[in-house]
């Protein structure tokens, strides 16, 4: 990408600068860059320098910057700054960001942030430590401008240009009552576009698309996006503005939400932090419970393998087929599982879709099932029987195998498009409903399906 | 959702109206409503009442709300404009929206929405239709805001007020020179709080992050998200200002790609229409390619097992464990491949960690294999030798399984960690390095693992 910088040079320019104290070089290096791309390079440059190299920043960059740092990093600069340094960051900081670094600090960490903190704020972060994790309330900004409808055009510049500088935006101005209910809308472009002297209330649009304290963030996310809106108001439930959520936060919501919903699909734990910053510990807690669980699961295959031994010492070339029909119906139930939760996050599907859903999957089904039974077909009679010379399979056997496909995929497609849906009727999470607990179940449907076929069909 | 309003009650009312031909009543209906969700209401009614619905909505709120449709509504109703209509239509639109129509019409809708559009609109949607689909250049939108360095601020003001009601966003303002070469940035409210006699040059920040046409547009939603950018500017070689994607744009991309990424994990050929409005042939299409891929593939286990088909016959207690050991690389695999892909999109990791993600998966391997394996061990001595009676399964055999089930960990873990990052080095997408084919491999090679160390420890 232009204009993005390579990490690695600047590593290099950095270590020079620093083991010749070239300080003021170091600052005027990073003052130009965007916070983000700082906080990386501090990352990388570990934990010895970091401090250091914080320090040369000024106020209001590092604040910036250290908003963007991990939370390792974060508690190990805390655990260093002076309570002078602490109280001018956090001054210098958004209060919604303060909260998350907040939420992220162990408790003795906490409790000095809330002791420096200025007393209203500490009183803000207080109050919004208690909306639930996932909440609109838990990510919004309380630091927002708001204005009258009985205020004019020129009114409300003079509010902008008094407090505007210590608010996250300005671009969406919400209008309130007396008492602080919501009342309208308007961008800062209709402020622009209007005469000084018309008034809020008739430029305002009184239609306001709002969220309560207690909205899944993810359904914001959601409305942001389908709305295209720069921020959303949050109110309580009488409709009074308690702040707003921005589309930056919305953002960062919307990629871990996918980020979790991959995690959950694969079967792991999901975890907030970056791959690289997990510990090998943390990772192998994120992934045990569900492997041993799917373990356990992955017995009933087993048993039902076993009950059918006899069956399988008779015809003994029934057993290569079963990885593949193991396979095809797991593969297939994660297609469908997956396609669903997908629509599911995106809004596109509910429950009242169930009947659709599963007419399409059928269908789907039907093409898929027959086209994969014929082409392994062919597949086991040029290949297996005339090209590897397999003569004890014969063409009922490669019957019984394509039937059970057939089966296999019908099932593996139903439970795989129902059990999601099924799984967010009754609140739980759709995502955790995917591949690997549809594939265990459709693993055992497919070899009961197979050994009853095989026992009536080859009279075993 | 807090006054975000219930579909069904909505399109009860509606039908009602239509009903009683209470038109006017319809379009009060309509006014104060979001345009998305106008358009979701139009897509529920129908094809037979939209164009109705539709015609009565105001001119612009019309263009906003059919931005919002899908592509086959859309195409409906333009065949159904007359001329007028649709150059109306067309003349309320944003270029960047009205090049998504038209890359989604069939060609003769294209020739007669070239022919309507004025001419300058024309022009530009040609040539945005050269960009390559998934670049800056083609979600970029070139109707923005530039302004000069030597204009003061109350100039620039004049400016937002003569043109700023045609932009999509005034939030963010491009300062260019004379050969239209980018030079700066500023706020909206860097403009409100500074006094009218400032110069433009003296307030912008000259360190613009840019990308160029050609950039992937997912680089550029991932860009946006970590500055927290509103829009992003688009400079061609010599850095001339292109055009600017807006975050609702970005938002939107990081939306698809998600969807694409999680698709290609579930070896689906990924399509951006939402599931129902998919045909059950279309999906067919996009998963049957992967599904006679695999089940290819999931023939070579197919050939080991019958290769040892004579050990299997022995000791055929053996078999009762392929499944379980199969799922459990599988799901391994996958797990590591999942998390690896995913921090390899959100730009986590890259090639140069290969060693780092390698050393930890090694070890979140030793730890998840020697867990199983403790656990199956116990599990086969008590619950299937013990429990159920199974005498045939000696500790030597359990031994044999865990051994196996240790090593198909460790392998599932090695492959499904390198193979995204090598996918990714050699140009391929890592997205479809996933589970399935991870799958594959590790059932193959833990089944080889299997049989070697019944042969060398059962001594068959």
Redesign the interface.
Known sequence: ????FETETYLEKIEQLIQTKQYAALRDLFL???P?DIAALLEECGEETMPLLYRLLPKELAAEVFVELESDSQEMLINGFSNTELREVLDELYLDDAVDIVEEMPASVVIRILDKAAPDMRKSINEMLKYPEDSAGSIMNVEYLSLKADMTVEDA?KR??RI??DMET??ILYVTDATRRLVGVLT??DL??AETEDLIGDLMD???????TM?DKE??AQ??????F?AMPV?DQENRLLGIVT??D???V??EE??E???K????TPTDK???KTS??E??KA??P???L???S??F???I??SF?NS??VV??L??????L???G???G??A????I??LS?D??DFT?LL??IW?EI??AV??GV??AA??FA?MML?DRMLLG?ISLSPLIAGVVCMTLVCAVAVAKFVGCTLPLLAKKIGLDPAVMA??FI??IV?ALS?LIYFQFAIHLLGI
């Open positions: 990408m232009d204009h993005v130009p860059m965007e983000a510049f902008i240009r505007g500088s300005i671009n800062v472009r622009l576009l009184t239609n306001v698309v709002s969220v309560t909205t359904d914001v409305a942001m996006s389908k709305y295209d720069l109110v589309v930056d919305a953002m960062d919307m990629e996918a980020t919903d991959i995690e699909m694969a079967a792991i970056p791959y690289l090998a510990f990772t192998f992934r045990i569900w492997l041993l799917l373990m356990v992955a017995t295959t087993g048993l393998i076993t031994e399988l010492a003994p070339v057993t290569a087929y079963i990885p593949m193991m396979d095809t797991g593969n297939c994660s297609q599982s997956v396609t669903v997908r629509a995106l596109e599907v879709d659709a859903v399409k269908r789907v093409l898929c086209v994969l082409a392994n597949k290949v397999n591949s690997p594939t265990t693993d070899l």
